[in-house]
């Protein structure tokens, strides 16, 4: 089946009491024993959840999916998987939460890291240590938009017995079939476009096995309880319905207002995958289906003229978090805080899905 049919029909045939079309929300936290024993308890498993990591696996064509109540609890389900001693590689400019996540509290459990720059094959493959169990890539990356090549970081991970993992958040399962290019595991924050409409937070881990990885995986799920609620998935299981369409829209203004911007006086980069200029854009061109709704510009006159940029906008809305319908700015650097690595003349736009003509006016007006 396409995309297109598996967003509408996976995970949808679950309530033959009632021959309810749609799947219902089953709030229930516990369940009544002895019924064949399929649910217990909804921290370990409820019946929306489970129809929403039967969608999530199809979708990403993979083996199995495991959720969370957010993308950061998703990333700590997989680190956690790992034990004290083993080594991770991870991308220079990653998320700054995963950064923290691995820096400020796994490398106290003994979890040893090295970052590089995943663009620099040679300079990944000198990180490798025997004890490398894991390349951790991110790709369109937030909010650099850097591009990594999944399958040629895949042959090097699995060259030296490591796993490859790959945060697509921003490019969706729709976009990049990560795992059809090598990675073992691909997790995205479902809050972005999976869920669409800025409504609810969740995190998906899919794997392309369900080997003992995935099983520790599983296991995170369950112990550390950071699980979605039966409502969260219900809502995120309407997102996915229309993903395949509303990123038809995010592309395509996406595309546009970069190529609007790329031209303005204003602004000295435009950060987009879709652009020519873009130093990924022929990575991107082999493993993306298109280029996506993020982008991120650098304006002329630094951090004072972003943050007045920023503030200037009236259809983009001033505020963190990206993917959803509605079109937002964020000057990223001060959120970020002492450690960040981004420039402090950068806006990270998610172009939404309102008509492109009101967006590049809105834009225009800003920058004026
Ligand atoms: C937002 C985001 C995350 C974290 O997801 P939350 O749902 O906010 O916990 C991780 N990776 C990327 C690329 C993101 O954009």
Redesign the pocket.
């Known amino acids: 089946m396409k995309i297109e049919t598996i967003a509408i029909q996976a995970g949808r045939n679950q309530d033959p009491a009632t021959g309810a079309v749609m799947p219902p929300i089953h709030l229930s936290s516990t369940f009544i024993r002895g019924n064949d024993g399929d649910y217990v308890y909804s921290r370990i498993d409820n019946p929306t959840r489970h129809a929403l990591e039967v969608t999530l696996a199809q979708l990403e064509g993979g083996a199995g999916a495991i959720t969370f109540g957010?993308?950061?609890?998703a990333?700590a389900g997989v680190f956690q998987a790992l034990s004290a001693g083993d080594h991770v590689i991870l991308a220079d400019d990653t998320?700054f939460?995963?950064r923290e996540l691995v820096t400020k509290q796994l490398s106290r459990w003994g979890l040893e890291y090295t970052m590089v720059d995943m663009t620099d094959l040679p300079a990944v493959k000198a990180a490798i240590r025997p004890t490398t169990r894991l390349l951790w890539a991110?790709t369109p990356s937030?909010p650099m938009l850097k591009i990594t090549d999944i399958a040629a970081i895949a042959d090097i991970a699995h060259e030296s017995g490591a796993r490859l993992g790959v945060?697509g958040?921003?490019a969706t399962p729709l976009l990049q079939p990560a795992l059809e290019y090598g990675a073992d595991v691909v997790v995205h924050?479902t809050?972005?476009y999976l869920g669409g409409h800025s409504d609810l937070?969740?995190?998906v881990i899919v794997t392309n096995e369900q080997d003992s990885f995935f099983e520790e995986m599983r296991f995170n799920q369950g112990i550390g309880g950071g699980v979605p609620s039966g409502f969260d998935c219900w809502l995120l299981l309407r997102g996915i319905r229309t993903l395949p369409y509303r990123m038809r829209g995010h592309c395509a203004n996406g595309m546009k207002l970069a190529q609007f911007l790329e031209d303005h006086p204003a602004i000295h980069t435009v950060h987009y995958p879709g652009l020519e200029s873009h130093p990924g854009h022929d990575v991107a061109k082999k493993q993306m289906k298109d280029f996506g709704g993020m982008l991120s510009v650098q304006v002329n006159g630094g951090g004072e003229a972003a943050d007045k940029v920023a503030g200037r906008t009236k259809i983009f809305a001033r505020a963190t978090?990206?993917g959803g319908v509605e079109s937002l700015i964020e000057h990223r650097a001060p959120v970020e805080g002492d450690t960040t690595q981004t420039p402090i003349d950068l806006l990270r736009v998610s172009v939404g899905l309102e008509h492109i003509d009101d967006l590049i006016e809105d834009f225009a007006q800003a920058l004026a």
């Open positions: 957010s993308g950061m609890a990333v998320y939460g995963v991110e937030n945060d958040t921003w924050s809050t972005k937070t969740g995190g978090s990206l």
